[in-house]
């Protein structure tokens, strides 16, 4: 089976490549199921329901937020209509949506995703790591998911790289997400688990973290802010991860990052290019 995440999508840049790449994608390579984080995806701050419906179109399964998801506030309302749309898992009790959901992939396997926040560098909440356990206590893979993707947004690549470990063996996958720059230590964990402290985001890399350049330069200079925080509009790179799993246990057999497009070096996963159509 055959999974892919893609990274925190950062205003029109990020979703312009997506509905352009994503249904090309998903044919020419068989994906199963895709995750994006869409939790930037609306001028930078959370995700309208409409654009949570253009990922669906374009080919999302499901789609992940974080500290960014409450930004637009019609999210309160329509994550209760929305099973797609995910927030951090620990939240308090009684916040709207869901922070995990069991899913149908194109295969007719059953996937659950969760989505946790860290809380290092990050708004307190509750320990995502306890979220995690009773979470597949309740579902665990083998049993009633085949396989199960944990989108952690977080700060800290020691926390990201905790979890990781925390979750070896139970999990098809641990991607990190919210820092915006994809990190070089996509491997598989001695226990089965695909990981990656950071799939980097899908937008303008011409930027500082998708957004103009020259707001945050002059803020870091001058601690005065002169303007709003605009999304950069040049040419983006579609960010992810790719993993093919053991439709028997639910474990990883091959990891590697997608890299499609902008200012990055461009890679395909060399596992899809063995089997395209
Ligand atoms: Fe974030």
């Known amino acids: 089976m055959r999974l892919l995440f893609i990274g925190d ?6 979703r312009t490549i997506v ?8 044919e020419r390579y068989q994906l199963d199921f895709v995750v994006i984080n869409g939790e930037n995806s609306a001028g930078g701050f959370g995700i309208t329901e409409s654009i949570l419906q253009d990922l669906i179109d374009a080919g999302a399964d499901a789609v992940t937020t974080g500290n960014h998801a409450w930004d637009q506030r019609d999210a309160l309302v329509f994550c209760e209509r929305q099973p797609a749309f995910l927030r951090p898992i620990n939240y308090p ?6 922070g995990a959901n069991l899913y149908h992939a194109r295969n007719g396997a059953s996937v659950l995703v969760v989505n946790a926040m860290g809380r290092v560098y990050m708004d307190p909440l509750d320990c995502p790591f306890n979220a995690l356990d009773k979470e597949l206590d309740a579902c665990p893979m083998g049993d009633f998911a085949d396989a199960i993707i944990v989108d952690f947004h977080a700060e800290a690549t020691s926390e990201k790289q905790a979890m990781g470990y925390f979750l070896d063996g139970r999990v098809s996958m641990v991607v990190g997400t919210h820092t915006h720059a994809p990190t070089a230590d996509h491997r598989i964990l001695p226990h089965g688990t695909a990981y990656m402290s950071d799939a980097g985001m899908t937008g303008d890399y011409d930027s500082v973290l998708g957004m ?7 803020r ?3 601690k ?11 040419e983006p790179t579609l960010c992810g991860l790719a993993v093919d799993i053991d439709d028997a246990t ?5 990891t590697e990052p997608l890299r499609l497009g902008g200012h990055l070096s461009r890679h395909i996963p060399s596992f899809w290019e063995k089997s395209a159509n």
């Open 9 to 14: 999508i950062v205003g029109r840049a990020g």
């Open 212 to 218: 103009d350049k020259d707001e945050p330069v002059q």
């Open 93 to 98: 009790s009684g916040v709207p949506g869901k």
């Open 224 to 234: 005065i802010s002169s303007s709003r925080y605009t999304p950069a509009l040049g």
């Open 220 to 222: 870091f200079l001058r």
């Open 250 to 254: 639910g474990l990883a057999i091959a």
């Open 19 to 26: 509905q352009d790449k994503l249904p090309n994608l998903i």
